[in-house]
C-alpha cells in the first residue's frame, strides 16, 4: 500500500492524434453532486450513482508548495507513514482490514494538494470512514516506522531518476519557478529527507489538516446524508481555524537545465513557458490550443490519419519516439509546453519542427479549432469515467474552484472556445515568452538557452 506519486490535482492534459471527430457531448450519467459544509469548515460532497461500491476520497490543500526549504519533503513523507499504524491499529491489522473489505487504498502528494482515497463495497461505508480518520488523525509515527520509510523514500529518490520524463519535467520546474515553492520537489532535497523527524509530521498534520482546508468526497451508491453524518461523526473533532497564510507567488522565469548522459542513447527534453491557473478566464482558450500541438507516441500505431501537423512529420521523418504537449495547471499560475523523447541525430529537426508548428497556432483554422476542441472534451470525459475518477474529480474540483464544475459546464466553456480566443490566447502566452527547457541523455545537439533568447 506505498503511496504513490501520481500527477492528478496539477493536470497535464494528454492530447489525441487520432482524426477529426465530431465534438462529443457531456453525457449525464449520474445525479449532480451535493455539497454540505460541516460547522467546522470541512467539505461533504457526493455523487450517487446505482453501483454497490463507492470511491471514498480524503483531499487536504496543503502539498509541497507549502513548504520552506526546510520542511521540503514533509507532506511526501508524511503521506508514506500514514499506512504505518495508528493508535488503535497497527500496520499488520491496516493491511488485514483492507483485505477483509476487499478494497483498495492508495494516496499521492503533489506541489499543492495531498489526496488520500479508497475504492470498496457500500456496505463498509461507515468502516471506510473509521479507517480513513484513523490513518490521518492518529497515526503514531513510531520512530522504527519513520526510520524504515526514510530508507523508502530516499530509494524512491534514486528511482525517480530512472524516470526520464518525470525526471525532465521536475528539472522544468526547478529552473521555471527556481528559488520559489513550486520549483521544489516533490520528495524534497535528500538533506530533508534523512533529517524529517516525528515532531516535524505531527507539526505538518496540526497546521493543514484542518477542517476549512479538507474535502471528504463520496462517489458512488452512497447516500448524501448518510456520508454527512459519517463525515461529522468521524471528522467533525477536525479544527475549525486556517492559520495557514495565501500562497506565496512563484514568478515564472527563463532558463535551462542539462543533464549530458554519455551512456544514454536518446535525448529527453522539456520546453515550456508560462501557463494560466484553473479557473483563469484563459485556461479552456489554452487547453484548446495546446491541443492543435498533438501528441505522438512511434509504439501506439499511430497511422495516415494523424491530423497534428508536428505529428505528421514525426512520423514520416523518424523525428521522436513519442512527444505530448501539455498544460500542467496550478492556483495562479502554470506550465505550457512540450515533452518529447528523440533520437540524438534527430533532436534539431524535432526542435525545428515543433518551432513552427507553435508559431504557427496564431493562424489556426476553424478546422483546427474544432478538431481540438473535440479532443479536448473527449480526454476530459475519459478523465471521469467511473467513481475513481469521478471521485478525484469532484474533490480537485471544489478545492481548486471552491465548486464542482459538472460536465455540462466543462462541455459549454470548451465549445465556446472560438478561432479567435485560440489565436488570442496563442499571441498572448505562447509567442515571444520567457521559456525555461530541460534536458536529459544524449543532447549535444540540443539547442542552448540563446537559441530561446525570443520564445519558441
Known sequence: MAASRLVLPARRLLTSTGAALATPKAPSLSPAPKLTTLKNGLRVATQETPFKTATYGLFVDAGSRFETPETNGTAHFLEHLAFKGTKKRTQYDLELEVERMGALMNAFTSREQTVYFMKAHTADSELVLDFLSDIMLNSQFHNEA??????????????????KEELVLDNLHYVAFRDTPLGWPILGPEENVKRIMRKDLNDY???????????????????????????????????????????????????????????????????????????????????????????????????????????KATLADGLAEKYMSYLTSYTDTGVLGIFATTP???????????????????????????????????????????????????GRHLLTYGKHLTLAEIAARVEAVTVEDVRNAVRKYMLNKPTAISSYGAIENFPTMSAFKDGI
Open 205 to 311: 498534520i496540526a497546521r493543514y489538516y484542518r477542517g476549512p482546508r479538507m474535502v471528504f468526497v463520496a462517489s458512488g451508491g452512497v447516500r448524501h446524508d448518510d456520508m454527512v453524518a459519517l463525515a461529522d461523526r468521524y471528522f467533525g473533532a477536525l479544527p475549525a481555524a486556517d492559520i495557514v497564510p495565501p500562497y506565496s507567488k512563484c514568478p515564472f522565469q527563463a532558463g535551462e537545465y542539462r543533464m549530458p548522459d554519455s551512456e544514454e542513447p536518446l535525448a529527453h527534453i522539456a520546453i515550456a513557458v508560462e501557463g494560466v491557473g484553473w479557473s483563469h478566464p484563459d485556461y479552456f482558450n489554452l487547453m484548446v490550443a495546446i491541443n492543435l500541438i498533438g501528441s505522438f507516441d512511434i509504439n501506439q500505431g499511430t497511422g495516415q490519419r494523424i491530423t497534428s501537423q508536428l505529428a
Open 344 to 394: 540524438a541525430d534527430a533532436l534539431p529537426m524535432f526542435v525545428d519542427e515543433f518551432r513552427r508548428t507553435w508559431r504557427a497556432l496564431e493562424h489556426a483554422t476553424p478546422e483546427d479549432v474544432e478538431r481540438a476542441r473535440a479532443q479536448a472534451l473527449a480526454m476530459l470525459l475519459f478523465e471521469v469515467d467511473g467513481t475513481t475518477m469521478n471521485c478525484l474529480e469532484l
Open 146 to 163: 519513520v526510520e524504515m520509510e526514510r530508507k523508502t523514500i530516499l530509494t524512491e529518490m534514486k528511482f525517480v531518476n530512472y524516470q
